[in-house]
């Protein structure tokens, strides 16, 4: 156990429908990431939370969001889901607001949109 | 865009001998570098990492070098055992977030 929480840990959902996934991170985190793996692409990076703001984001479509919440939990919001929008979606968690020290993840929540 | 990258999608190595994966990274300004584990079902795991003042480190049966001139990156895993068995990713980190390579698939040969 790492001691980063998502959940669920798979998803079915169907094509036009909104889902949410949720991350704990390890206690004392204050930085929550989250990344798409797809089967034929790597851990693309979505986005970066530090204590509640948002503070950085990567290649994350405008259908998608998320926030953190002041007991530092973080929600990724999948809407309008397409075919395409199957993945892993990890979240970690770091102690500082910087990746110099690596991250920590969780086990993935597998989302199957059919 | 983001291109840290393997050379080998797939590895296939003998159980007892020594795996060596590489990786090269296109990002000058990357300072440090991380090499992860995937096992199947499971989210990547730290292995080992570098900073870019040195060109060697070693773990535990893990070492990984850096070649900041041509701009690569290897993992070496001795004696090299089953449970290695998972896709590795290399990673480097040129400011705020972690940039993962596409992975090598490590597989163990009986």
């Known amino acids: 156990d790492s001691g980063v929480t998502q959940t669920p840990k798979h998803l079915i959902t169907a094509t036009g429908q909104r889902v949410t996934l949720r991350c704990s991170p390890r206690s004392g985190d204050l930085s929550v990431y989250w990344y798409q793996q797809s089967l034929d692409q790597g851990l693309q990076f979505l986005i970066h939370y530090y204590n509640g703001e948002e503070r950085a984001k990567g290649n994350i479509l405008e259908r998608f969001s998320a926030q953190q919440f002041p007991d530092l939990h973080s929600e990724l919001n999948l809407s309008s889901l397409e075919l395409g929008d199957s993945a892993l979606y990890f979240c970690?968690?770091?102690?500082?607001?910087?990746?110099?020290?690596?991250?920590?993840f969780g086990s993935g929540t597998r989302l199957t949109v059919v | 865009g983001e291109s840290v990258g393997l050379h080998l999608p797939t590895l296939s190595v003998q159980e007892g001998d020594n795996s060596i994966i590489n990786c090269a990274y296109s990002n000058s300004a990357s300072d440090y570098f991380i090499w992860y584990k995937q096992e199947s079902g499971k989210g990547p795991q730290f292995i080992i990492d570098i900073r870019s003042n040195m060109d060697k480190r070693q773990g535990q049966r893990v070492t990984v070098l850096l070649n900041k001139t041509v701009k690569h990156l290897s993992l070496q895993i001795a004696a090299t055992q089953p449970g290695d068995s998972a896709v590795y990713f290399c990673a480097e980190v040129p400011d705020d977030k972690i940039i993962f390579g596409k992975g090598t698939r490590l597989h163990i040969l009986p």
């Open positions: 970690a968690s770091s102690a500082s607001g910087d990746s110099s020290y690596g991250y920590t």
